[in-house]
């Protein structure tokens, strides 16, 4: 996904005249006592799947990775804008598929197995809460492992355009270009002049991934599918989002203006602190997998041998 927040001012830190819930270091007792037994819906961000090697926008080193993300306007109206974005995907797409699932992701679909998660709407693009074996799963933001006709609407599979790519592109070559969000690679200077982008096989005309870019809004039916799910909450559970962007932080504001319990599980603040019941400023890797098993019938991990119950991050 491409930052919509991306040179904008942050939000108010959570000191300016705001109430916060209380921030954890680690799960507790308190924290699983707040879910057992209700029914989850899952809100996930880029931060669930860093430990699956695919970057985020605003972890550790976001700044030095920082770079210009690709305007939908421009991308529609500039076929250079879309031969580049077409070079650098194609770099980057190899090792962006070969991504798996990570503890937090298979966390998640055991809950959901299990009964205690009713679904998860996520913001991230790369597919790994399927590839876990999670069942309803809203992409908000689309999945970058399909590609669209701007023009006729065609779906087509992205391994099936990498292929007509390779193809058009045999002895294309571009070594050091590092992996960025979005299945992306930076590319610098005018290498991608010479790629020679694919068009829609049914009418040739300009293809885009069938991910929502910066400038263009979430699809009608993909929101209202994301809403039926929230519907169903009893308690929201934010995992690995700094909810920089707004279609995914209005979950977190609606839930607080219902009264809804919201727990956040992310590394550092997120804009939603204000709205959060509890937050635990913590790897997912290593929470989630515990929560899995506190939520479970018969899992292996109770709060009663926690060793540092709720302790309260410094
Ligand atoms: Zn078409």
Redesign the pocket.
Known sequence: MNDPTAGQPRWPAPTEGRPTGPVFADLGPAVVDLMAGRRLVVVSGAGCSTDSGIPDYRGEGTRRRARRPVQYREFVARPEARQRYWARAYLGWPRFRRAGPNPAHRALARLEAAGAVAGVITQNVDRLHHAAGSQRVVELHGALAEVV??????LETRDGLQARLHELNPSWHVTGAEMAPDGDADLEGDAFRSFRRAD??????PLKPNVVFFGENVPRSRSEAAWTLWDQAEVLLVVGSSLAVLSGYRFIKKAAGRGLPVVIVNRGPTRGDAEATVRIDAGLGDVLPRLADALIPGGRWSPANAESPDTVAT
């Open positions: 006709c701007l023009d006729c609407g065609a829609c096989r049914a009418c040739g005309g």
